[in-house]
């Protein structure tokens, strides 16, 4: 039984690094295209056989019941993308967008992304959870400027000067744990071993955890795109490929995420740090608020759902910090239904925009007359992400509101506000999209619908129906987060 969870965690690691290495030496689309899908649906399989048995920690690698709800889910999207992937980067190649050169590179930078976002998740010391989100930093910073146009690679360079002044303030947050931890368990790798540091986090001396937590906060909250740190993800969503603006939205910013839920569970775990809900609450308002506002000023239908993604964190964020087992609990539930949604919905923009030869709102009219298919997609996933029964991003919400409301009062009335100023927003842009006199006619699409139908899927199921199973293990996640 030991060997084969220990083999699980191998593969989720071994898979994707040797088919980079594979990938990068295949020079064929088609070849390539199908070896990465393979890739990503062993990885995912591989993640299942965790359910199975879980490892016994060791310095570098932990599978818990925290990060094993990432990890799953970082393997299933990964999976459905890289489906998706594999007709809209062949229409790309078609249409001439991409050269058959920058194929090799993306297809091997899709494996190396979904190996360190997997290293980032099952890493037990806190050093190589940040050095595997700088791996995945990079990577999708090269693949923003896969199309090498002026747009594309100014976008890859203001992600990249942002991204690492996030990745800097995370560094120096990480040294200033392992600094408050030296003194308790000593110099060494113990200093930086999470199931040492939360065994022993409560001697830690609070003042060095507290400034700890405050520039962790704000490097990983970079890379998850709070407000005021969001300004490269909007630009890295409009000039990158389809599927790396499905994997930002849907993984890559869930990464990020864990690692600040970490870190807080260790102040949680020292009486005398600050608490971190309340910081994080106020971050995760700020950024519901400013980008429900920006909404309305979007004219890129890409640059549009980046900002409902700032928006969809900014309400995960504020869930985790009020705190509790309800609110916990919504919070892991909207981060999962957000990563099937929005995944989802970019999988029907990239198809969307190739039919449309545009990415410009207004020269996108009347899809469902136009492309029927593509059109309701649409149409069902914005009518999910904005919180609309019967799909689970209306309960989650609901969640947290209820649990607002019964713990902060004052605190839910800007949150349903937020809510309410993106739901008018998303609403305004569809109609013209969806309905009316359509822009293009006839254009076929060469969309693969099975990704976006099953992310859907289980979006519409879990709005009607959580299997007890799901919930009892949710439950157990929101009450070991605090």
Do not use: C
């Amino acid at each position: 039984m030991s060997a084969i969870s220990i083999n699980g965690v191998t593969l989720i690691l071994a898979i994707p690094a040797a088919a980079a290495v594979l990938l990068g030496l295949l020079p064929g689309y088609r070849l390539s295209a199908r070896i990465n899908m393979l890739a990503s649906l062993a990885t995912f399989l591989a993640a299942l056989s965790l359910f199975v048995a879980k490892p016994a920690p060791g310095p570098y690698i932990l599978v818990d019941d925290l990060n094993i709800v990432f990890i799953v889910l970082n393997t299933f999207v990964g999976f459905t993308t890289s489906v998706f992937s594999a007709s809209y980067i062949g229409h790309e190649l078609e249409s001439g967008r991409l050269a058959p050169a920058h194929l090799r590179f993306y297809h091997a930078m899709y494996q190396v992304l979904l190996f360190a976002m997997n290293l980032a998740l099952a890493a037990n010391n806190i050093g190589l959870m940040w050095v595997a989100i700088e791996i995945a930093t990079l990577t999708t910073v090269l693949m923003v400027g896969l199309y090498r146009t002026r747009a594309a690679i100014e976008a890859a360079w203001k992600y990249f000067i942002l991204g690492s002044v996030g990745i800097a303030l995370a560094l120096f947050g990480t040294i200033l744990v392992y600094m408050a931890a030296r003194p308790t368990v000593g110099e060494g790798l113990d200093g930086m071993v999470w199931t040492i540091l939360i065994d022993h986090v409560s001697a830690f001396d609070p003042a060095l955890l507290n400034v700890a937590f405050v520039f962790l906060l704000l490097g990983y909250g970079t890379k998850v795109g709070l407000v005021p740190l969001h300004a490269w993800l909007p630009d890295a969503h409009a000039e990158g490929p389809t599927p790396i603006s499905a994997v930002l939205s849907g993984l890559l910013l869930n990464v990020a995420l864990y690692a600040v839920l970490r870190f807080k569970l260790l102040l949680a775990a020292n009486a005398g740090a600050i608490a971190p809900g309340p910081l994080m609450a106020s971050m995760g308002l700020v950024t519901l608020l400013f980008a429900g506002f920006m909404l309305y000023r979007r004219r890129d239908i890409k640059r549009m759902f980046a900002y409902s993604s700032i928006e969809h964190m900014g309400i995960i964020v504020f869930a985790f910090g009020m705190g509790g087992p309800l609110a916990n609990f919504a919070g892991l539930l909207h981060m999962t239904m957000h990563s099937l949604t929005k995944s989802a919905i970019f999988f029907t923009v990239g198809h969307v925009t190739q039919v449309a030869g545009t990415q410009n709102i207004a020269d996108i009219r009347g899809l469902t007359a136009s492309h029927p298919a593509l059109g309701w997609s649409l149409v069902l996933g914005v009518v999910a992400i904005v919180g609309l029964p019967p799909f689970g991003i209306f309960m989650s919400e609901f969640l947290v509101v209820s649990s607002t409301f019964a713990r902060a009062p004052l605190l839910a009335l800007p949150f349903v506000a937020g809510l309410l100023i993106a739901f008018g927003a998303l609403f305004l842009r569809l109609q013209g999209m969806a309905f009316g006199a359509p822009a293009v006619v006839g254009k076929p699409s060469h969309a693969s619908y099975a990704p976006m139908t099953s992310h859907l899927l289980l979006v519409l199921m879990a709005g009607i129906y959580l299997p007890p199973p799901l919930v009892a293990w949710f439950q157990h996640v929101a009450a070991l987060l605090g």
